[in-house]
């Protein structure tokens, strides 16, 4: 069956429906796009995947990507999908036309990025750092580096990455000693990075590293840093191309996602490798964070995608599988009578009722944040401009983090439907368990997403971005008191509202003291009990589109989808959104078990 790894119906739901697409189309900027458009790209892309993606999926984890003879050996399906995608102007598409681009919403690229990602999570990767690395060029780079390098690489032909992460540093970037020593127009560069994503393969004609280093005699930590293009190959004086010193030392082996290369690089080797300043010297931290929060987006976007292919998967198993047989008033299983399938079980009907909330909640999140992206570049209004980018800011830690973490517990959940069979090889869940845990790991770890949330989103421009998101929940709440079925969920978020507040006043009674260790030690519970509360608030919303549309008499669905919605929202209400009373009673202790341990305690 075409797509069984997506719900295009609740995707187009949520697109068009909950998050108003409409909002974002009737922008200057998006002037030639309508719904009808829209729709055939986004059919072109759900086609473009059961083709060119999900065939392959299974057969890249089998057959994953590899070092062998100073090069890492890849699928020859990436050779491809990168043709392809280019030819359908799937990198290009958020650039400007004069860009060679498509100018399109970022809520729909997302969308196709999304479809693409629950096909074959292996294969976007690739080419969503080819865009983000041509989006740092075009922002920052002078004409003659964005006229060389970036119509190759938003064809396809030449890939790009981010390079951050060295051995000795980790995500700790202050601690960088890549260097950069200037030599006329270039500079020569000599260093290691490790963990980079794409970094090279065999079946592609370049590639583009946007690559972090210090300029000799640069200022310490990060203010210190720099942001170059390091190409494997570079220009030569007489044309073509000419090694640029970028080798390829080995390669990752990975748990999950092993058909996605991830290289270890080192630079500078035999005292050739070039690299072109991008921007001013010692602004490459700062310029290389808007590769990085669309980074942590699309890192989001990606769990939630697994998160919704598991569940297709699991939940297909469960409409398939017999075993054994329904209780009867008795209390007993009537063993005359034939197996039911394993469905009409109430407990794997929670745990499909848990992937589902947890994946369509983590999707609506993704894709609101992708909206917030639109309106907070193209809205007619400063003051909507600037209340967008505060919202952008704010989710973007949880867009990455929740999809991830609960992402992972919703997979596990469809393992568990499948029982034994779940841990085997047979079955395609153990792969999206395994291809899941990288994503919490991904562009920052939990930990790190946790304290930027509360140590700075939170608190940026004391509380604005909160404030405005209050707002943004309070419409909904008003709305769905006004509906006799969703008031009484209302006034369950309406008490969780009140919650965080409590918990925020204890916490930032930390800060104000000038406790900020204590302050910032249960990040990562705040950062769960944050999210929870949020996505409690995009199933409201859910459910709230849902009734209107049944009740007003203008369903485009059958009445059993939004049904199935308004139903959803009631097991969130009921299972997911409670958790948050024990994580308050955590946040809320006045301990320091963790600040004032003892070394000798983990003996």
Known sequence: MAHDYIDLNTL????????????????????????????????????????????FFEEMDARPAHFGDGEVHVHPQVSRYMEKAGEMGLAAALFDYEEGGLQMPSSVVTAAAYIQETANNHLPGYLGLTFGAAELILHFGNDHLKKTYVPNMLSGAWNGTMCLTEPQAGSSLSDIVSTAVAQGDHYLISGQK????????????NVVHLLLARIKGAPAGTRGISLFVVPKHRPGDGGGLVFNDVNTVGDFQKMGQRGYCTTHLSFGDQKDCRGWLVGEPHQGLKY?????????????????????????????????????????????????????????????????????????????????????????????????????????????????????????????????????????????????????????????????????????????????????????????IKMAMAEDTLKSFAEVLTGKTQLMKKVLNHLLGYAGKGNYERFLADATVFM?????????????????????AVSGGQATREKGFYSGKI?????????????????????????????????????
């Open 528 to 548: 769960d009990f944050f999210g929870n509360i949020l996505i409690g608030w995009l199933w409201l919303d859910m459910a709230l589109h849902a009734h209107q």
């Open 567 to 603: 139903h959803a929202m009631q097991f969130y209400f009921t299972y997911e959104l409670p958790k948050t009373e024990g994580l308050a009673t955590v946040l809320l202790n006045t301990s320091d078990l963790t600040v004032s341990a003892e070394e000798g305690i983990f003996d």
């Open 288 to 476: 290389m964070f808007l590769m990085m929060n669309g980074a942590r987006i699309a890192v989001g976007r990606g769990a939630a995608a697994i998160a919704m292919a598991a569940y297709r998967a699991s939940l297909a198993y469960a409409k398939e599988r017999p075993q054994g047989r329904k209780l009867t008033s008795t209390g007993k299983k009537d063993v005359s009578k034939e197996q039911t399938l394993i469905i009409n079980h109430p407990d794997v009907r929670r745990m499909l009722l848990t992937q589902k909330v947890i994946a369509e909640g983590a999707l609506s999140l993704v894709l609101l944040s992708a909206k917030y992206h639109d309106l907070s570049l193209t809205h007619p209004e400063e003051s909507g401009r600037q209340k967008y980018h505060y919202l952008l800011e704010l989710l973007t830690p949880v867009a990455k983090t929740y999809p991830a973490e609960k992402g992972l517990e919703a997979v596990s959940n469809g393992l568990q439907v499948l029982g034994g069979y779940g841990y085997c090889s047979d079955f395609i869940l153990q792969q999206y368990y395994r291809d899941i845990r990288i994503f919490s790991i991904y562009e920052g770890t939990t930990g790190i997403q946790s304290m930027d949330l509360l140590g700075r989103k939170i608190t940026m421009e004391n509380g604005a971005a909160l404030a405005h998101l209050s707002e943004e929940m309070g419409n909904t």
């Open 12 to 55: 187009k739901f949520l697109l068009y429906d909950v998050h108003n697409l409409d909002e974002v189309l009737k922008q200057e900027r998006f002037r030639d796009y309508d719904r009808a458009s829209v729709d055939l790209f986004i059919n072109a892309v759900a086609d473009f995947s059961d083709k060119e993606l999900y065939p």
């Open 194 to 205: 490790i963990f980079i994503s794409g970094g090279d393969y065999n079946g592609v004609h």
